[in-house]
Nanobody, 123 residues
Framework: QVQLVESGGGLVQAGGSLRLSCAAS????????MGWFRQAPGKEREFVAA????????YYTDSVKGRFTISRDNTKNTVYLQMNSLKPEDTAVYYC????????????????WGQGTQVTVSS
């Protein structure tokens, strides 16, 4: 089973940027479709972005399109989420996750989750 560890979160001012990393161990991350989700206090976990195994096809929730970019480097066993033009409403704990199957837009599609990294955007 793959293990996932997120890093790169922190405090940033509105308009700033952060790059989150999700390092995989135990199995090659190339075996999985990968996704990023986030959960703000008092809210349900929501889909942010996902990337197919090939790295060619990506998906984004509407609120981050044009600002966030998901990518993967299978040689480094790592998936990234580049976040630009951050807004206070992006504040949340961000989780990466690995999916075995073809579905990648729902939290229930993912079998393995990291522990999360906090992103706080100040206004």
């Amino acid at each position: 089973q793959v293990q996932l560890v997120e890093s790169g979160g922190g405090l940033v001012q509105a308009g700033g940027s952060l790059r989150l990393s999700c390092a995989a161990s135990g199995r090659p991350v190339s075996s999985y479709a990968m996704g990023w989700f986030r959960q703000a206090p008092g809210k349900e976990r929501e889909f942010v972005a996902a990337i197919r195994r090939s790295g060619v096809t990506t998906y984004y929730t509407d609120s981050v399109k044009g600002r966030f970019t998901i990518s993967r480097d299978n040689t480094k066993n790592t998936v990234y989420l580049q976040m630009n033009s951050l807004k206070p409403e992006d504040t949340a704990v961000y989780y990466c996750a690995a999916a075995y199957g073809s579905g990648i837009l729902l939290a229930s599609d993912y079998a393995v989750w990291g522990q999360g990294t906090q992103v706080t955007v100040s206004s």
